[in-house]
């Protein structure tokens, strides 16, 4: 087996990994960052290890993720519903997990939506949350990833583009649509976050193929969901911790990436010394078993500018013994050259 975790959250703000980690014991995780040899890695890896240029094309590979029949050929934009949090120093998007529609509410909210953007494309939904437009053609469009402007300042031109403008004025008028929708005002009056906007992103078709190395992928994310329905390979639920498998896995462990988002350190504190104890420990153990030929942990910041980086840990690196294992905080060091 080779196994390679993939972590979103694992990697935080300098700032706030030395204020979250001065106590904290993982010794595992600490071997890995002392003993591990560290292995060259673009922050947006995904796309490579699949044999793709970035962007991924996000909304096809959705659809992809949920149909038999995938939607070669054409174009398709996510439109997520998502709350913009209005505050005295600006407006911020807000974790749209949270918003935790039930099925009912998003088919509500899609289906009064939907023929606003009748004349740009056909929307449909993939899952609660997530909305996606079969375009009529192609837009001219510059937008950002949402999952990169989670918690962050919402730049009002965008959509940008020479499409932008009028995809801005959908988007307006899908605004004062929701406001005074029923769901929406239920939502308010039992305290729940309301969906006050939609977020476009991952324009894009379906690529003809997808290559990898990974000959199986332990994910819920829709969006390896997809990739592996295009490239043939099983994509499988992760199991609660590690489990022996063999070839070439990638398993996606996301249990530190909304405590990360959140930045709520007590949160992370405990999903991190949970992934030691189910993930880490025994995957090194089977690597001196040798039932493991090597572990290969991708660690990735979500917070601020994206990053990511690889260790790589062999049978032959746990007996490097002149190497201390390191204090957690050289996780801070990893986004920096070598």
Known sequence: MQLTLFVPGLLLPREVLSDTVFDLSA???SLILGRGRRLALEPDWLPAAFGLA???PVAALRQAAVKADRPAGKTWLCLDPVHLRVAREGVTLADPARLDLTEEEDVALRE???PLFAEVGELCGSAPGRWELRLAAPLALATRQLPEAIGQPVDPGLPGGADGRLLRRLLAE???LLHAHAVNRRRDDLGQPTVNSLWPWGQGA???AVATDFQAVWSRDPLLVGLCALGGIPCLAPPDGFQLAGGRVLAVVDALERPALALDALAWREALQAFERDWLAPAVATLGAGCCRELRLVGARINGAPAA????????DTWRFWRRPAPLTALADLTEPA
Do not use: F, K, S
């Open 309 to 316: 980086a690889r260790l790589c840990l062999a049978r032959r």
């Open 54 to 56: 970035p962007p991924l």
């Open 112 to 114: 009064a939506v939907r």
């Open 206 to 208: 379906l690529p003809a």
């Open 27 to 29: 010794p595992t995780l």
């Open 174 to 176: 899908a605004q004062t």
